[in-house]
């Protein structure tokens, strides 16, 4: 693979594929690419990262060979985003003890607060290329 950014996320979770669309809207250049949590393209990449347990509870950056996840991972996505989002980047500075326990109770709550779907979610057919895992059949 190439140094794209990629993003693993749950594909059923309304938070998450709502996150990845907004990405999307952000990468003007269309340099990330996403694959689905569910996926075995996903699993294959986070067991060729050695990333040891996987479950569907993290979001997942993986760029220029680091593995970065939970609230890291959303920081490091913000840094890779055009116009002022970059900005979020200061948040690194809050030290993962304080910022991944407000990650895991979102994560906790995230079905309950935005829903979650029947079947992992289909990208529009515009943004299919961008899926590594748009040949599997996910449900």
Known sequence: MNDDPIILFDGVCHLCVGSVQFVIKRDP???FRFARLQ????????????AG???LDSVILIYKGR???KSRAVLHIALLLQRAWPVMGIFLLVPRFIADPVYD?????????FGKKESCWLPESGQRL???DM???LE
């Open 29 to 31: 250049h269309k340099r």
């Open 39 to 50: 996926s075995k393209v996903a699993q294959q990449i986070l067991s060729e990262q050695a």
């Open 53 to 55: 347990d996987t479950g």
């Open 67 to 69: 593995l970065h996840r």
């Open 105 to 113: 109770y979102v994560g906790r709550h995230r079905y309950q607060w």
């Open 130 to 132: 961008r899926f590594l």
């Open 135 to 137: 040949n599997e059949h």
